[in-house]
């Protein structure tokens, strides 16, 4: 099983339009964050949510957490074409320092003009 | 804006070649990491790096890989025989605080191709 599966795989969407994708998890988490990848680029962050959070808003984004259904959504209000990337959940499991993310497969995310 | 920058870019090996990889973390952070991503897989955790010494190492992390933080702004990785699939996209990344606070600066990722 993996941790931190997200869907759908892909998704396409006319600018203006909002977008939803969906992670799921299986172990108990920390924190979980989002972060975005443009093709061939490093990795964004783009917020994090708390364990004790439900919800948590940065800009467009919208970032909500269930702990009892282990899962997360990110929502990107008013999309623009240049939002247009790979998006990643991540989980921190935790240590005793040092953070050990456990990424998803992420969802490619297409704006179209 | 503070950048984790990594170099090389880009680079080409031929198999049993050590490779170093470079990383320059955000100044006064504190955690240091190494992920990878295959090409068209997901991002995998290798090693995290605190007060000079590893404290997270995954399974991926085997006695071919090290990392070393050699004086007080590189953070490298060194892979001492590589191996065809060890190609991948390497990403180095830092953070200020340490699990708990979680946000990771990631750099634009060195690619690895071993042939």
């Known amino acids: 099983s993996q941790q931190g599966e997200e869907d759908p795989q892909a998704l396409s969407i006319q600018e203006g339009e909002n977008a939803t994708m969906n992670c799921s998890y299986k172990?108990?988490?920390?924190?979980l964050q989002w972060y975005r990848q443009n093709s061939g680029r490093g990795l964004v962050h783009l917020i994090l949510i708390r364990s004790n959070e439900r919800e948590k808003h940065s800009g467009r984004l919208r970032v909500t957490l269930d702990t009892s259904k282990k899962s997360s959504s990110l929502l990107i209000t008013a999309s623009r074409a240049a939002d247009t990337a790979s998006y990643f959940c991540?989980?921190?499991?935790?240590?005793?320092?040092?953070?050990?993310?456990?990424f998803g497969e992420g969802t490619q995310l297409t704006v179209n003009p | 804006e503070p950048e984790v920058t990594q170099t090389p870019s880009h680079q080409v090996t031929q198999m049993g070649q050590e490779v170093i990889l470079r990383c320059v973390p955000i100044s006064n952070h504190l955690y240091f990491y190494w992920y990878r991503q295959i090409l068209g897989q997901k991002v995998e955790f290798l090693v995290s790096f605190y007060n000079n010494e590893i404290s997270e190492k995954s399974e991926i992390f085997d006695d071919q890989f090290s990392v070393e933080r050699p004086d007080g702004s590189n953070f490298t990785l060194k892979i001492r025989s590589t191996k065809l699939e060890d190609s991948a996209m390497y990403f180095c990344a830092s953070s200020e605080l340490d699990w708990f606070a979680g946000e990771l600066f990631f750099g634009e990722g060195s690619r690895l191709t071993v042939l």
């Open positions: 991540a989980t921190d499991v935790g240590g005793t320092s040092g953070s050990r993310l456990t």
């Open positions: 172990t108990s988490i920390n924190n």
